[in-house]
């Protein structure tokens, strides 16, 4: 059995971004006054949802923005502490949403050493939010499903601006998308965040997978085709959705120490052939969130089989631990080649609980397990671009990540990296290639060779028939 990754530390930053697949696309920002310099510092543009209304960063007050003169400044406003219910303010604007677009909320987000967020449980402290919410009418209605990410709270790095993004598919039957800044205050505790240059674009969904063999892998007709062992249940509720209508739970028994939930499927291996596993993945402060300090985790697994059952080789990646980021729909992969000997292999989805005293759950959705060649593998069907180019593995990431795209004939290919400013920061390959598959590997470094600042980048591949971008998150 192959070792389970080491955990790190994640900060609070996370990006899950939509391929843009256009010879000349450029992302529209959906946002009025984004930076909130409009009348010399205001919030025109947006609508006040909770609280008093936030104040404005100028450099006549607290002289704190990004860019320009003006940026946002969030905090718990509420009075008559200690608050026995839990509290909110912010801010935000709406959208017709158009379903199956991607829906991407990011911008940069700073706390202060002159007042800083504290408290050290998570759910249970002050924290500034970035949320995509979609819902089932023009005005009120119901939410039928979200994404969000702490943008700020105790763990946030202070006097320094930190990239933020957050993003979510429409699903169908959504007829408004709110673009949501939120200070949530379940606690009096001091504390503020800054926000600037926020961005809320609209881009195509990346196509489908092709040869997803699971059944009901995005959870839609409840628990069907999975066999489940442990707590696993359905999930309808709006909070728990990545795609609507459905997602699955898992959670811990709660006996004894080491005891898991899981469900899997099983199909017929090829020894020789790779296996590839994807999932999106969260926990929440909704409901049981992992214990900051806690052992618990979810995982994905890949596990081969001979034809008496016993286990041959496995494969397993953490999609969810203490480290995760609370309310964030984050994706996770795990591949594996069926060794000699193998006759079936299973698809896993596992919480497994290391502490029996420890409580936690986490959510999964719109699941793939595919098996894949890796010589002649064609383009995706439905790709307006006779090549494809895959997210990053891992992201966000650390010392490096790998960049993989397949070409349907031979081409002469550019692949580069750009900052937020799109400086070209590296050139990673620049000749021709043969068609198929093709990886490539990212340092983290820039064409001078100096280690490449913490933030958002965004990698480009040009071929003569067009050009392809998506972003990626390097952390430190």
């Not at 971004?17 to 009025?32: G, I, K, P, Q, R």
């Not at 997210?391 to 900052?419: C, H, M, W």
Request: aromatic share 10%; glycine share 10%.
């Amino acid at each position: 059995m192959k070792s389970i990754p080491a955990r790190i530390r994640l900060p609070i930053v996370l990006t899950a971004l939509a391929t843009v697949a256009s010879a000349a696309s450029a992302e529209t920002n959906l946002l009025t006054n984004p930076g909130f310099e409009d009348g010399g510092g205001s919030y025109d543009g947006w609508t006040i949802l909770f609280g008093t209304g936030p104040n404005i960063s100028t450099p006549a007050t607290d002289n704190i923005f990004r860019s320009g003169s003006a940026a946002s400044k969030i905090f718990g406003e509420f009075s008559g502490c200690p608050i026995p219910n839990f509290d909110v303010g912010g801010y935000g604007q709406f959208f017709p949403p158009t379903a199956g677009q991607i829906y991407e909320l990011s911008g940069y987000s700073y706390v202060s050493s002159g007042d800083p967020m504290t408290g050290s449980i998570p759910c249970a402290s002050n924290r500034c939010v970035a949320k995509i919410a979609f819902f089932n009418a023009p005005v009120g209605g119901t939410e039928i499903s979200v994404n969000e990410v702490v943008v700020g709270d105790a763990s946030t790095p202070l006097d320094t601006w930190t990239p933020f993004s957050v993003s979510a598919p429409a699903p169908d039957g959504a007829m408004r998308v709110e673009a949501l800044i939120l200070f949530l205050q379940p606690g009096c505790a001091e504390g503020s965040t800054f926000l600037d240059d926020l961005s809320f674009c609209e881009t195509a969904p990346p196509p489908p997978l092709p040869d997803n063999v699971l059944v009901n892998p995005s959870f839609d007709a409840g628990l069907t085709g999975w066999t489940a062992f442990g707590n696993v249940e359905p999930e309808t509720r709006a909070f728990g959705l990545r795609t609507a209508p459905g997602s699955a739970k898992l959670f811990g028994p709660f006996a004894n120490p080491g005891d898991a939930s899981a469900m899997s499927q099983s199909f017929a291996a090829t020894p020789g052939l790779d296996w590839q596993l994807q999932v999106w993945s969260f926990h929440t402060c909704e409901e049981s969130p992992i214990s900051p300090t806690g052992l618990n985790y979810g995982s994905a697994k890949i596990v081969f089989k001979d034809g008496g059952g016993a286990v041959v080789d496995s494969a397993e990646t953490i999609i969810a631990d203490s480290t995760s980021p609370l309310g964030t729909w984050t994706h996770h992969s795990v591949a594996a080649t069926a060794p000699t000997g193998a006759v079936t292999v299973d698809a896993f989805l596992l919480f497994v609980q290391p502490d029996s005293t420890e409580n936690g759950a986490i959510w999964v959705d719109d699941v793939v397990f595919r098996e894949t060649v890796l010589v002649d593998a064609p383009v995706l069907a439905g790709n307006p671009l006779d090549f494809e180019l895959r997210q990053n593995f891992p992201n966000p990431f650390g010392r490096s990540t790998r960049i993989d795209f397949v070409l349907a004939k031979t081409a002469p290919v550019e692949l580069s990296i750009y900052d937020v400013a799109g400086r070209r920061v590296r050139t990673l390959v620049e000749g021709r290639f043969t068609p198929g598959p093709h990886g490539i590997s990212w340092d983290g470094r820039t064409a001078e060779g100096k280690a490449a600042a913490a933030g958002v980048y965004r990698y480009v591949l040009r071929t003569p028939s067009g050009q392809t971008s998506r972003s990626m998150m390097l952390l430190k």
